[in-house]
């Protein structure tokens, strides 16, 4: 590099990882410190926090250079270099790049949108932003052990946020009290985690007896490349792997805690909890499952891509007959992270290009539903679709936005969906045939229960109980055109984010 | 001729004696009665294998009797203590019968 | 002639261990583990080990048993004299006499303690006093302070307080 | 003649120890009735003089001392360091707890501090019947302090309970001393693991008598077959007591569990095989147990006592594998009891805050506790994520460290086993945080009469800081531990 | 040519601004969106001219092997996905000028425009006047974008675009549940139909490796795909034509698109969206030919469209549903005469019918607009209160029923003959059969509302802006003058028979018999047309009571609505709610719940092991150490 100032400089770009997951969770910790100010105040200090890291990861997707590509950034500390050999060590590869933007992106909505809770603010804010930090982390890291770490993070505030702040609803024939849908969430969660645990420690193993003992994703690479890995051992720690982070992606036959979980959780941590939680899991797989496995990769293929059709089916189905906005939205992200565990079965560079560019925009497409479906809750008190209906009356704005984001997560053209769908179809359409017509399929009747919805709940005459509620307050308002605006700008012009993406999908393949 | 196996084994009967006591009395002194009998039963084989084997290997001075020694003095401590706590028990509930000290359990 | 002088001992202690055991008076049962007690100080003298026998009798003899009995007095309630078996003593039985089989199965399949030479030496009280002092310094010390805490321990549990609320 | 490596200066700490205690238990004497706590205060004072007495002059020392009977090393030094610390807390949480409830309160904290000696002296001890007189040095401490509270039913059952079933175990301990002394001749460790491994055709009397010790040992640190007594005397006890069960009680077992192994077992390799196979299982069936029925506790004490018990296990799974090839697995143990012991004292000094005025047992009176006493509330919060496991808090990195190294020594399917019985840990967690939480408070069980004076204060802040700086950077503690891991080569 | 693009973007911008400051110059808000429009059409001219002067630029355009027609393509890199250089997609924002994107495009801007001029007198007093014309303005650069684009990507993204804006469009009344519904319906059809559409397009990437049309033209002409996949592929790309020129199974959301504004209705679900399909099939028409199975299907589905449609509107009462009807008709002809190798004459028609079956929306739309009810049986005798409408409504009416001197007889008269030719006896007589009942229903729309007995008082009917009157008369005098086309066009390409064709150019040439057979039966049809209708015989009275059953089926559009309403309250909803009960009880209550509650239910039992007494406790020691002593023994021993 020319000059110590570049240096300097180059100093100052490899702490910025460090910095944006710090930042974060020293927020929390000071804010545990702090005397107990009003809720507004912690809203207010959260809010320029997530500005910051907001900005920082904004800087760090800017600044991630698609020509070299691999992992820019890395920062590596030894933590604990006696014995098994854990060092901290922190890097940006052409993947994490957009999630991290993701993150940042949702993480300042939520902040700026959950306003109004008075019930103790500091714990909400400590525990959202050590949320926010988690993932941070897991987009972030370059270490197996930090990545589990930090995964384990983001899931551990998720049982307090949706218990405390929920809200139980009651459906008639069988009620979803908070307290459940937030043990059944952190119980899954967590037994998840007991199968990726399981996993790494069998990796660890292999690389310690092997007389290497290493957590970092580069050296587990090359030990991988040049067979440390015998093909049964990948086979079954590929599958804990997959299974694991499967189950946080909403895999189908353990989805199921998702919908409740959104139900029960409040506004801003179902954004957190669907638009980037969720993703997690398919991050996992495809960064740690296809990059250190990929003979195991390549066995269980066929699974996943039997599962994430089932997903993409199931999930649109039983969307098409719930009563509850939240469940719908909820069942509509199960169905589309199917598609993004279609697009990484692919185990083609295209497929899993759009595996990750969907995940990107179903990130933000659920954050933007979310954040509306909580405004018309905060109004109407009640989100049964029968009850509501003629809403463009009373709240243009975020009726407008809703038909933006519905329109967004049927893949029309034009909007991120189409993109992210339309990409993971061609990787699926050279597997099998079949799978990609179910696909598309399952793209039309996800078409289907957002019209239904639309035409419910949103257009038609207005009823009149309904007639005098608000339309949204301001930052509702900014959070939901930006996350709108972002959906249209990645539709357009998806070279934004493919160019990164195709640079990280690269590194992986080269793993294949 | 009087070898060391007879001397185990009458410990190994004492004891199992013991064991039974401990396991089928139900007041609580009788228990401690029992235990008494066990650790005699230890102190016999203790003093019999020092006394038959010394001599040969690393049996050298007499370790056996002062371990005895050491156990006596412990069982006797313990013995004062545990009727301590028994005769307080007593104080409050009026029987030292095992079965009815049973307030904590599943 | 120390096989019948053992043999001897060895019933008494057996009949009066089992009595202690079986007895349905627990007066009866006391007075069957002082002669235990007793007998188990006869076979010590048969193991020409004099001073442990002397130690033995007065120790528990004297004091333990005079203790339990103090604590049979104090605790006297309706059904005094007579005690039960608790209703699960045939399984002790069987897990007793188990045990017997497993320990008396392992001293006989075992070899060292066959070939052990049958002649006991007797332990002199100058032997056993220097070594006591001597090598095992420590653990008398710390016998010390576990009957300090014993004593300690008994009288604050057992002292009854004035305002006892 | 004193024999001749006799530098009795090396147990300079044991004999402060034990002359403290009985100043402290003189000092009883003078102070008058109502002012007793400053009795506890000049225990503290003391132990804290101790700490500074024992990191001079034993720090780096690797010796026998007296005739082969003790032997003063690093891993005696780092124990004895967590004793006096876990004493040095127990004392300062109990404070509150023994002016409120207890009588005659001079004698607890002298019980307290003999009870600390007999640790020292159980992990310093290479010889069997030193090891079996701290033993009961210790039981008996703790048989006089789980009987503590006189006039309240639970305790008298639960020291009856724990002074029977203790007595019982140390006679079987005993007769497996004598049965393996009859073979070997003498107790000390090295000539009993000597002739073990000498002999070829294994002596059934011997392998007998380790089992039997085995036994006694087992009945100590609560594992499956012998666990049954836990519940009821963590129940029953005062609740700082049943805190210093929970903790010093059972790092010392372990420790001198691990001393017992490392001493006796591991030279006799093929006996060590056998061993691993049947502690394996123990170890399995101890965290399934353990952890299934804490799931359906009501009682406070009761839940900790089971999840202790799965901790047990989980730490069991750790001697499992302590087979001589490395070090790994010794630092992992020391790392995990210290994580343990300063996750337990962030819940038990809390609990003990709680309950010590209002005689609250069952879980759902804690409910609201967090509007009320929210330092309280958040202090048990992070102990029990942390013993469930979750990051950031000391529990993630030391179950992590440890069933990787339980993986290293060849049990994967152990160390999986315990990963999953740490998910079933947090289930009963959360249903406590969950009554602490998102419960209301109840009418009748009101938690605002509480006064937290600066001694309890002082754990409770400690603690909780504690388990997170070591959760996040633990690496000045690990370096000190892994010190011990040369014990393989003395 | 090379500033094409420029029209959709221009119209795009137009819609941006319109939407966003729309409601603040709320009465002025239609200036950009005209202004757009008649920019576009001037670009268009000024391209056309160019084009017909054959003045290419080499460097772009080429005579294309396979069509032999000369177009140019320009294109620029739109994003690329995968490994660079490995397995790779790269998409192009590519558009191409040719002769059938020249015409289609040109029907779309041209009656575009005067539907714009139109719907500022129509819309003027709606509250949302700038949201129609901002959807106006972003129709009108989708469709463009339709007709120009060169690769299949892009085509799909203006398809949905489209697909969104008749969504919009048929939903702007949005308060009345027959439009939402009718919106949803529209929307839900045409997507099921584009799932086909899209597999096809998926299909063509993994033989051809791109999306660009002409790269898979080369491929099939040198015959490198194999029949079974050329098959597939157009057949699949004919279910998304069929969707969206509502041909036979996916007709029904046509009727029900009514609902929103009738100069929507003229632009959109007359001349140009419905178009898109026959324009899909025209742009791969080197695909279909291929397949002959293909083409056989295609005339089926046509004819089977055409004649059920037209007996629909035979007895259709609402004006716009008639209408409808017969646009659906007029489709299915094209099909047939694409599907019977017409290809100029299929376009000829699209444009034709484009041009008139607008000006008889926007008539319709007058009547709406005077008389606010477009139920023909309560009208009657209109031609004293609208004068000009009816006039210009004739002109349309009669042009699409084939009167010669009009644009509808040449392209309708080029179809018939091309049936006749490449087609069997059946198809030749059904399209007969289809002549009579076009004239038939076409005489009766023109009857029946203007002519005979007013049975209204049409006293309150207010009178129709010149604004309005304007455009139609353009569009009539495009109408009469549009057909002589077919003879004569201005510039290289002598006819239009020359200037659009496929492989080989061939002139216009009259066929006198069949001209004079379809004529005759058009003129036979008015006549019938004028006896019921006018002289209401009773014979036809009695005839209609005979055929009470089938009049009765035809009225309910041979209840396919009501199918399809069966098809999805009974099976889909059902199924979607059994799902939702298996994933519920089954998949959450058993499957996840389930191991939690077992797991409680053995802690629960197994917790009574602590009886709480200490001799079961000291038993259970006991136990333990006799099975471990044992276990020692059988190790040591054995």
Redesign the interface.
């Known amino acids: 590099m020319v000059g110590d100032s570049d240096s300097l400089m180059n100093e100052l770009y490899n702490i910025m990882a460090f910095v944006l997951i710090a930042l974060p969770l020293m927020a929390a910790l000071v804010f545990m410190v702090l005397p107990n100010l009003t809720s507004k105040s912690y809203w207010l200090l959260s809010s320029i926090i997530s500005v910051i890291t907001f900005g920082i990861s904004v800087f760090l997707f800017m600044s991630y250079d698609t020509l070299t590509g691999g992992t820019q950034f890395s920062f590596t500390v030894p933590w604990l270099d006696q014995g098994i050999n854990i060092s901290f060590g922190l890097g940006l590869t052409g993947i994490s790049a957009s999630m991290v933007l993701l993150n940042g992106i949702v993480l300042l909505g939520a902040c700026l949108i959950s306003g109004d809770i008075e019930k103790r603010g500091r714990d909400f804010y400590v525990l959202l932003l050590t949320l926010g930090g988690g993932v941070f982390g897991v987009f972030l890291s370059s270490d197996l052990f930090f990545f589990f770490l930090f995964y384990e993070l983001a899931v551990l505030p998720m049982y307090l946020l949706i218990a405390v702040w929920g809200s139980s609803t009651d459906f008639g024939s069988f009620t979803r009290s908070k307290e459940y849908g937030a043990m059944k969430l952190m119980m899954v969660l967590v037994a998840a985690s007991v199968l990726i645990w399981v996993g790494i420690i069998a990796i660890f193993v292999e690389t310690y007896l092997h007389g290497t003992p290493t957590f970092a994703f580069e050296e587990l690479r090359r030990l991988s490349e040049n067979g440390l890995f015998s093909v049964e051992f990948q086979n079954w720690v590929f599958l804990c792997f997959m299974i694991g982070f499967g189950v946080l992606s909403g895999l189908w036959p353990f989805h199921t805690w998702s919908p409740d979980g959104h139900v029960a959780a409040p506004t801003g941590v179902s954004m957190l909890h669907a638009g980037v939680l969720m993703k997690l899991g398919a991050f996992g797989i495809i960064q740690i499952g296809i990059v250190i496995l990929p003979l195991g990769a390549q066995t269980w293929m066929p699974l996943l891509m039997v599962l994430g059709i089932v997903n993409v089916i199931y999930g649109a189905v039983s969307a098409m007959s719930q009563t509850d906005l939240k469940y719908i939205i909820g069942y509509s992200s199960v169905s589309h992270m199917g598609y993004v565990l279609i697009g990484a079965a692919t185990l083609n560079s295209i497929g899993i290009s759009g595996a990750v560019l969907q995940m990107f925009s179903h990130g933000i497409m659920t954050a933007l539903m979310f954040v509306l479906v909580g405004a018309i809750y905060h109004r109407a008190h009640t989100r049964d679709i029968y009850v509501l209906n003629g809403l463009i009356k009373t709240m243009p704005h975020i009726c407008v936005l809703f038909i933006i984001a519905g329109f967004a997560s049927l893949g029309l053209p034009g909007l991120s969906g189409f993109i992210a769908e339309f990409l993971i179809f061609l990787g699926v359409i050279k597997i099998s045939f079949w799978i990609a017509a179910l696909a598309v399929l399952g793209a039309a009747l996800t078409a289907v229960y957002i019209l239904r919805l639309i035409a419910r709940t949103i257009v038609g005459p207005v009823d009149s109980s309904l007639s005098d509620l608000p339309d949204a307050n301001i930052y509702e308002k900014i959070v939901s055109v930006a996350l709108a605006s972002v959906l249209v700008a990645v539709g357009v012009w998806p070279a934004l984010l493919l160019d990164s993406i195709n640079v990280g999908v690269a590194t992986i393949m080269s793993a294949l | 001729?009087?070898?060391?196996?007879?001397?185990?084994?009458?410990?190994?009967?004492?004891?199992?004696?013991?064991?039974?006591?401990?396991?089928?009395?139900?007041?609580?002194?009788?228990?401690?009665?029992?235990?008494?009998?066990?650790?005699?039963?230890?102190?016999?084989?203790?003093?019999?294998?020092?006394?038959?084997?010394?001599?040969?290997?690393?049996?050298t001075?007499?370790?056996?009797?002062?371990?005895?020694?050491?156990?006596?003095?412990?069982?006797?401590?313990?013995?004062?203590?545990?009727?301590?706590?028994?005769?307080?028990?007593?104080?409050?509930?009026?029987?030292?019968n095992?079965?009815s000290?049973?307030?904590?359990?599943? | 002639m120390?096989?019948i002088l053992?043999s001897i001992i060895?019933t008494v202690?057996?009949v009066c261990?089992?009595g202690?055991?079986i007895s349905r008076n627990?007066v009866h049962?006391?007075l069957f583990?002082l002669f235990?007690?007793i007998s188990?100080a006869g076979?010590?003298l048969?193991?020409?080990?004099e001073?442990?026998a002397i130690?033995?009798l007065l120790?528990?003899g004297g004091?333990?048993v005079i203790?339990?009995l103090?604590?049979?007095m104090?605790?006297r309630?309706e059904e005094y004299p007579r005690?039960?078996?608790?209703k699960?003593?045939p399984?002790?039985?069987v897990?007793?006499?188990l045990?017997?089989i497993t320990?008396?199965v392992s001293?006989?399949q075992s070899g060292a303690?066959?070939n052990?030479?049958?002649?006991?030496?007797p332990?002199g009280v100058k032997?056993?006093g220097s070594?006591?002092f001597t090598?095992?310094a420590i653990?008398?010390e710390l016998?010390s302070l576990?009957?300090l805490?014993?004593?300690i321990?008994?009288?604050v549990?057992?002292r009854?307080d004035k305002d006892g609320n | 003649m004193i024999p001749e490596s006799s530098n009795l200066l090396l147990l300079m700490p044991e004999f402060v120890l034990a002359g403290l205690a009985l100043v402290v238990f003189a000092s009883d004497l003078i102070i008058p009735e109502g002012k007793k706590e400053w009795v506890g205060r000049l225990a503290v004072m003391g132990l804290i003089g101790l700490l500074c007495v024992t990191i001079f002059s034993v720090m780096g020392v690797n010796e026998y001392v007296y005739n082969d009977f003790l032997l003063v090393d690093h891993y005696s030094f780092v124990f004895k360091i967590i004793f006096i610390t876990v004493g040095i807390l127990t004392i300062l949480i109990s404070e509150e707890f023994v002016k409120e409830n207890l009588t005659s309160q001079g004698e607890y904290y002298g019980l307290l501090l003999l009870a600390i000696l007999g640790m020292n002296m159980l992990i310093q001890s290479q010889e069997f019947?030193t090891a079996?007189?701290s033993l009961?040095l210790l039981s008996?401490c703790l048989?006089?302090l789980v009987?503590y509270s006189?006039?309240n039913?639970?305790s008298?059952?639960?020291?009856?309970?724990y002074?029977?079933f203790g007595?019982?175990s140390s006679?079987i301990f005993?007769?497996g001393?004598?049965?393996v002394?009859?073979i070997?001749?003498?107790?000390q460790y090295s000539?009993i693991s000597g002739t073990l491994a000498a002999s070829n055709a294994m002596d059934p009397v011997a392998i007998l008598g380790i089992a039997l010790i085995m036994i006694g040992i087992g009945f100590k640190i609560g594992i499956v077959p012998f666990h049954a007594w836990i519940?009821?005397v963590y129940?029953?006890a005062p609740t700082p007591v049943t805190a210093y069960l929970a903790i010093g009680a059972k790092i010392a077992a372990f420790a001198f569990l691990a001393r017992v192994v490392i001493g006796v077992m591991l030279p006799a390799e093929e006996l060590w095989e056998n061993w691993q196979m049947i502690l394996a299982i123990s170890a399995v069936a101890t965290m399934l147990v353990g952890n299934g029925i804490a799931i359906v506790q009501t009682k406070v004490k009761?839940m900790l006592a089971y999840s202790s018990i799965g901790h047990s296990g989980v730490l069991l799974s750790a001697v499992v594998v302590m087979g001589s090839t490395n070090g790994i697995v010794i630092e992992s143990l020391g790392y995990y009891l210290i994580g343990y012991a300063v996750t337990s004292f962030a819940v038990f000094s809390a609990i003990t805050a709680v309950t010590y005025r209002n005689g609250v047992e069952l879980i759902k009176d804690f409910a609201g506790l967090s509007d009320q006493k929210p330092l309280l509330a958040a202090s048990i919060a992070i102990g029990l994520f942390s013993l469930a496991g979750l990051p950031l808090f000391v529990g993630f990195t030391i179950k992590f460290y440890l069933f990787s190294s339980i993986a290293i020594g060849g049990y994967l399917w152990l160390a999986g086993i315990a990963v999953f019985a740490s998910l079933i840990s947090l289930y009963y967690y959360l249903i406590m945080i969950k009554s602490m939480y998102v419960d209301t408070a109840s009418s009748e069980v009101i938690h605002n009469n509480i006064i937290v004076k600066w001694p309890m204060k002082t754990v409770i802040l400690v603690s909780i800081i504690a388990t997170i700086v070591l959760g996040i950077y633990p690496e000045p503690l690990v370096n000190q531990i892994n010190e011990i891991s040369n014990l393989f080569t003395p | 040519m090379q500033y094409f693009w420029l029209i959709p973007v221009i119209s795009f911008i137009a819609f941006i601004i319109t939407s966003l400051i729309g409601n603040k110059i709320l009465k002025q808000a239609w200036i950009f969106p005209m202004l757009a429009i008649v920019l576009g059409l001037g670009i268009y001219c000024f391209g056309l001219t160019e084009y017909l002067q054959s003045r290419f630029d080499l460097e772009h355009c080429f005579r294309s092997s396979v069509t032999g027609m000369v177009g140019c393509n320009y294109s620029v890199e739109w994003f690329t996905a995968g490994v660079r250089g490995a397995d790779s997609v790269n998409s192009f924002l590519g558009f191409t000028v040719d002769p059938l994107s020249l015409s289609v495009a040109g029907l779309a801007i041209f009656v575009a425009l005067m539907v714009q001029i139109y719907s500022i007198g129509y819309m003027k007093d709606d509250p949302r006047f700038a949201w129609y014309y901002s959807v106006q303005a972003l129709f009108i650069s989708s469709m463009i974008l339709l007709a120009l684009s060169d690769n299949f990507l892009l085509l799909y993204v203006a398809w949905e675009l489209v697909g969104l804006c008749s969504y919009l469009l048929i939903g702007f009344w949005y308060e009345k549940p027959e439009a939402k519904e009718a919106a949803k319906k529209a929307f839900t059809v045409t997507r099921l139909g584009d799932v086909g559409l899209l597999i096809g397009i998926l299909l063509i990437w993994i033989e051809v490796g791109s999306f660009n049309m002409s790269d898979l033209f080369t491929q099939v002409g040198s015959g490198e795909i194999a029949s079974w996949t050329i098959f597939s592929i157009s057949g699949l790309l004919f279910l998304g034509a069929m969707g969206k020129s509502a041909q036979f199974p996916f007709h029904v959301w046509l009727p029900d698109a009514m609902e929103g504004p009738t100069p929507v209705s003229a632009l959109i679900h007359a001349a140009t969206m419905v178009a898109a399909g026959v324009y899909l099939v025209a742009r791969a028409y080197p695909l279909f030919v291929q397949s002959e199975a293909m083409m056989i299907i295609v005339s089926c589905v046509g004819l089977i469209t055409a004649i059920g449609a037209a007996l629909i509107c035979c007895v259709s009462v609402d004006l716009k549903r008639a209408l409808a009807y017969s646009t659906i008709s007029h489709l299915g002809l094209m099909m047939l005469s694409l599907g019977a190798f017409g290809y100029t004459a299929a376009i000829l028609h699209l444009l034709a019918h484009g041009f008139s079956k607008a000006l008889l929306f926007l008539g319709s739309g007058n009547i709406m607009h005077s008389i606010d009810d477009l139920n023909i049986n309560r009208m009657g005798g209109l031609k004293s209160v609208l004068p000009a409408t009816t006039i210009l409504f004739c002109i349309g009416a009669l042009s699409l029923a084939g009167i010669p001197l009009l644009s509808g007889f040449w392209s309708k008269d080029e179809v018939i003959v091309s049936i006749v030719h490449n087609r069997n006896i059946v198809f030749a007589i059904s399209s007969m059969v289809l002549v009579f009942l076009s004239g038939f229903y076409m005489i009766r729309l023109i009857i029946v509302p203007f002519f005979g007995s007013p049975n209204r008082d049409y006293s309150h009917a207010h009178k129709l802006p010149f604004v309005m009157l304007a455009p139609m008369g353009v569009l009539a005098v495009v109408v009469v003058l549009f057909g002589w086309i077919a003879l004569y066009m201005p510039g290289a390409p002598a006819s239009f028979g020359t200037f659009l064709f496929y492989s080989h150019p061939k002139n216009f040439h009259l066929e006198p018999d069949i001209a004079i057979i379809t004529l005759v039966i058009t003129l036979l049809s008015f006549g019938f047309g004028y006896l019921i209708y006018v002289k209401r015989f009773s014979i036809f009275q009695n005839m209609r009571i005979k055929a009470r059953l089938i009049i009765e089926i035809v009225e309910n559009k041979y209840y396919i609505d009501e199918l399809y309403q069966i098809l999805v309250d009974k099976l889909v909803l059902p199924a979607a709610g059994l799902v939702a009960l298996f994933d519920r009880i089954l998949v959450n209550d058993v499957g996840i719940n389930g191991p939690g509650y077992v797991t409680r239910t053995v802690g629960s039992i197994i917790?009574?092991h602590?009886?709480?007494?200490?001799?079961v406790y000291?038993?259970l020691m006991?136990t333990g150490m006799i099975v471990l002593g044992i276990i020692w023994l059988g190790i040591v021993i054995l």
């Open positions: 001729m009087l070898e060391l196996i007879h001397f185990n084994i009458l410990s190994v009967l004492l004891f199992s004696v013991g064991l039974y006591g401990v396991l089928a009395r139900k007041s609580a002194i009788l228990i401690i009665m029992a235990i008494e009998l066990m650790l005699n039963a230890v102190n016999i084989n203790f003093i019999a294998a020092a006394a038959f084997n010394h001599g040969n290997g690393l049996f001075n007499f370790d056996g009797h002062i371990l005895t020694i050491f156990i006596i003095t412990i069982a006797a401590a313990e013995v004062g203590l545990a009727l301590a706590l028994i005769l307080r028990i007593f104080r409050n509930k009026a029987t030292v095992v079965d000290f049973d307030i904590m359990k599943l | 120390h096989l053992f060895s202690l057996l261990a089992v202690v055991v627990i049962s006391a583990l235990a007690l188990v076979i010590y048969v193991l020409l080990t001073f442990l130690v033995q120790i528990y004091a333990i203790v339990i103090f604590a049979l104090l605790t309630n005690i039960q078996n608790n699960l003593w399984i002790a039985g897990l007793a006499v045990v017997c320990m008396s001293y006989f303690i066959q052990v030479p049958n002649t006991i030496a332990a032997s056993l070594s006591l090598t095992w653990p008398f016998a576990v009957l805490v014993a004593l321990g008994a009288i549990i057992a009854s | 019947l079996y007189i009961e008996f048989y006089v009987g006189k006039f039913p639970k008298n059952e639960a020291a009856i309970k002074i029977i007595t019982f006679a005993l007769y001393l004598s049965m002394y009859s070997v001749g003498s107790t000539d519940p009821d129940e029953g009761r | 917790r009574h602590i009886t709480g007494r200490i001799y000291l038993a006991t």
